[in-house]
């Protein structure tokens, strides 16, 4: 079992920054895939970013690339997710997943979930 808590979330306006951060706790954190989705009110859960075991892989979601990025910290057994030029259309629930799937942009690859932050952005 994995256990993850996320944290960072809150209320920004658009074009500020926000970093969220992801406690892992259980097995060993590098032997997984990390993952950030995101949920709108109304909408489908959507893939953020993911990051490999080693953290030699990054993948982003279109609407996010060149913004956010994924980070990992072994030592610390933390997932980051540094969310810079944010916009109100940015504004979800966050998740963090953990995972040994094989295609990492699809929620089937991840066993672990957090319970979630919220991140707002006003216009």
């Known amino acids: 079992q994995v256990q993850l808590v996320e944290s960072g979330g809150g209320l920004v306006q658009a074009g500020g920054s926000l970093r969220l951060s992801c406690v892992a706790s259980?097995?060993?954190?590098?032997?997984?895939?990390m993952g950030w989705f995101r949920q709108a009110p109304g909408k489908e859960r959507e893939f953020v970013a993911a990051?490999?075991?080693?953290?030699?892989?990054?993948y982003y979601g279109y609407s996010v690339k060149g913004r956010f990025t994924i980070s990992r910290d072994g030592g610390k057994n933390t997932l980051y997710l540094q969310m810079d030029s944010l916009k109100p259309e940015d504004t979800a629930v966050y998740y963090c997943?953990?995972?040994?799937?094989?295609?990492?942009?699809?929620?089937?690859?991840?066993?672990?979930w957090g319970q979630g932050t919220q991140v707002t952005v006003s216009s």
């Open positions: 997943a953990a995972g040994q799937g094989l295609i990492p942009t699809q929620e089937q690859a991840y066993n672990y």
């Open positions: 990051i490999s075991r080693s953290g030699s892989n990054t």
């Open positions: 259980g097995r060993t954190f590098s032997g997984y895939t």
